[in-house]
């Protein structure tokens, strides 16, 4: 099986950030949410103080003040294009897609590609509040041998270097820059 982290690698760019803006368009109101939002990223981005995790759930924030099943759906309408073309060319059955992205974003869009295995963070689509760990860096890896306990990757894609624990336990690794393909 193939295995492929998702924004950046076969998505143009950060879905998370995309869908953000998306909803910042439609809905205003997501303003309110500035204030905490700027402390937390200037914590966590500036004072490298606090977890991730902690910065990622105050953005999520915005989540109260959307329309959460129809703004997803309209979302992937005029995003999907974002999928790389080489992904298409090469997708198979039983590809894996392992993300730090929220489940609640990706499993739409992976469902309409025919994509059947998601791992990605457990974030509530209401709140934003996470349920366990932000799937990131080794984390990855526990969730892949959850889901596939004697799983062998053939083909893992990244664009990042934080995904270094998947591509070790991966036959082949690929560092993907926008349509570019390299050896790990």
């Not at 909803?23 to 949410?33: G, N």
């Not at 959460?68 to 059955?93: C, G």
């Not at 059947?116 to 689509?125: E, G, H, I, N, Q």
């Amino acid at each position: 099986m193939n295995c492929y982290d998702f924004d950046k690698t076969i998505y143009d760019g950060d879905s998370t950030r995309d869908f953000y803006l998306f909803c910042l368009k439609r809905h205003k109101e997501i303003v309110k949410t500035f204030p905490s939002l700027i402390k937390a990223f200037t914590k966590f981005y500036i004072c490298k103080k606090g977890e991730k995790t902690e910065f990622k759930e105050k953005m999520y924030r915005f989540l109260h003040y959307v329309d959460v099943e129809n703004d997803i759906t309209d979302f992937w309408k005029f995003h999907k294009k974002n999928i790389k073309d080489w992904y298409y060319k090469q997708q198979k059955a039983d590809d894996v897609i392992i993300s730090a992205s929220p489940e609640f974003l990706l499993k739409p869009i992976c469902k309409e590609l025919g994509i059947k295995y998601l791992m990605a963070s457990k974030v509530d689509k209401n709140t934003g509040l996470y349920d366990g760990i932000n799937c990131h860096g080794k984390e990855k890896v526990r969730r892949f041998y959850r889901m596939f306990p004697n799983g062998e990757i053939e083909k893992f894609y990244s664009d990042s270097y934080s995904d270094s624990p998947l591509a070790e336990i991966s036959k082949e690794a690929f560092l993907v820059k926008g349509n570019e393909l390299k050896k790990w």
